[in-house]
């Protein structure tokens, strides 16, 4: 029979009970953030595949990660530290108190606004809770611990929201430009800074397309990830013709490496 949300629960409950299982007896919070953010990332390539028209393996991986909300919940059910039905309640009155334009009186002319709102109605709970003090910044909510790219897009998107951001996707072109300018000259500056010096205007560079791709309504992690998938791709295509030469990576020319490349695009293209 079809199993509900308080089936899994319930389930959960078995696995940490004395009659269930050793290994599930023994997490804790800190042993499954790892595992978290593991199914967390899963989730995110699933998503791509779903895009392509493949939602069975999102399917799954949601579920993955369900089972971990429902495992920390049940976890801290045991601590008396808040139960699952406490963390539905908690999700569901922030949403509707951020969303007065659905839920209230008020109103938003676009999605931009809405963000904006959302910010200032942030803002309030947060002032309300006695968690923003004089030195809190609006950037504190994005966290130090995600992956660069996306802590680069998170950052510009919560400046862009409070109107900290360039008006014409030119200017973000010119940005770039000026970015490539300052790390040429870092390469070819006095040797003494140029590691230190290269290093940072790099990061400024990266920095500067995701400004590009937030201004395309471009996910960065996505388009990189997709890049990298493309990339293995027509590697392995080249691994494979020079196998069927009976070739090796070191035996082959640059030559010889650049034309099966290509050969790669034309074919993965197609």
């Known amino acids: 029979m079809p199993r509900s949300f308080s089936d899994l629960v319930a389930l959960m409950a078995r696995l940490r009970s004395p009659e ?3 290994w599930d007896r023994e997490q804790t919070y800190a042993t ?7 199914e967390a990332y899963e989730t995110f390539e699933a998503v791509e595949e779903a895009q392509r028209g493949h939602p069975r393996k999102l399917r799954d991986e949601l579920g993955d990660l369900l089972f971990q909300i429902v495992f920390y919940a049940q976890i801290a059910r045991e601590r008396g530290d808040f139960t699952i039905d406490e963390v ?5 009155a922030k949403m509707v ?5 659905v839920f209230g009186d008020a109103r938003a002319r676009d999605a931009a606004e809405v963000l904006r709102k959302w910010e200032e109605i942030k803002a309030e709970e947060k002032r309300a809770a006695g968690e ?6 609006l950037l504190d909510g994005v966290s130090r611990k995600a992956p660069a ?3 680069a897009h998170q950052i510009s998107v919560k400046a862009a929201r409070v109107g900290f951001d360039w008006t014409r996707l030119e200017d973000v072109f010119d940005k770039l430009q000026e970015e490539l300018d300052e790390l040429r000259e870092a390469v070819e500056s006095d040797a003494s800074r140029r590691e230190e010096r290269v290093r940072e205007e790099i990061g400024d560079l990266l920095f500067a397309i995701v400004q ?6 471009v996910e960065p992690e996505t388009a990189l990830k997709a890049a990298n998938r493309k990339f293995r791709e027509r590697f392995r295509h080249l691994e494979k013709r020079l196998r069927e030469r009976d070739r090796t990576l070191k035996e082959a020319t640059p030559e010889e490496m650049e034309a099966l490349w290509q050969e790669a695009k034309r074919t993965h293209e197609a």
Do not use: F, K, N
């Not at 539905?88 to 569901?92: L, Q, S, T």
């Not at 590009?212 to 309504?217: E, F, N, P, W």
């Open 97 to 101: 108190r951020r969303h007065p334009h």
């Open 212 to 217: 590009i791709a937030r201004h395309l309504d």
């Open 149 to 151: 790219l996306m802590e």
């Open 88 to 92: 539905i309640e908690a999700v569901y």
């Open 132 to 137: 923003l003090t004089e030195e809190a910044s």
């Open 32 to 38: 499954l953030a790892p595992m978290l953010l593991e």
């Open 20 to 22: 269930g299982c050793p």
